[in-house]
């Protein structure tokens, strides 16, 4: 009898997983339904986001039973940016597929491997998501929104067959978030379109240089005028060289009608 009960336990267990694997496939055939995709560098990688529609069934899902969803779900009826409720993170913006692929190109020579990067204001996450693919170490994403991380940034790591364990999904305003975490963390820091407000730029550099090792890096990617809200490439640029804190160098520069840039920025100085 006693020499049964190992097998019979190894069979449950297998069971048990079985039973995971087969619900976690249904929760990815539900993300998956007409998901979107973008191809970035020159060997077309393949990154997929979760489609809006599907991201506000689920949020609609969850308002029933939690405030916060239905409180934000209430706001993006009527409104869109909003400071201090909702920082833009339902959507991909231009910026962080330049960066994607500026990332991939030879224009870029970071190497991914073995190094631990950063994506503030991260959104959909498809920085930290090329990151994971290209094999860093440890990948980290922020966005101001709980609620984007739930139902649209972790679901996203799900529909790149990323598993959503491995990567650290962390929420809430750059000044709380700069108290909180430790210093010198990451050898990359991404982000994209992320200075169009200019009351953030004090917490926002100093996130960023808190974070960062001293050799590391930071390219982040914005248009050159956010117009109508106030925020431009060149208003953050003079804050930045106003601290002395970082060396900044444009990157990459757009031949769009509305311009866009990657900049770089170097320590001047360890933190
Ligand atoms: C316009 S969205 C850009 C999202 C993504 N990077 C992209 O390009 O698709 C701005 C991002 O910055 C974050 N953000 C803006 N202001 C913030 C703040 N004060 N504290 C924390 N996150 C903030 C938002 O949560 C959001 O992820």
Redesign the pocket.
Known sequence: MRSDHPRRFANSSSAICESLKMAQERTKEFLGREQNCVEVGAEKTRLFYVNEKVVRQLMEEDAKGDAATEALLEHLKTHD?KEGIY???L???E??LDLANFLLSGACDFQFEGKDIFEV????G?LGILASKKGCRRVVV????EE?LRFFTRNNFVINDLDVEEAEFIH???QA?AGILGPEQFDLIV????I??EE?YA?LHDLMFKTLRTDGKVYL?AKVEYFGVGGSLGAFLHYVRKQGKFHAEVKWISSSAVPRKIIGLKKTAPS
């Open positions: 940016v920082e833009g993170g959507k991909v913006w910026g962080a204001g991260c959104g959909a498809l922020q966005d101001y929104n984007v809430g305003d750059w978030l982000t994209a379109e992320t169009y407000n953030s917490k990617a």
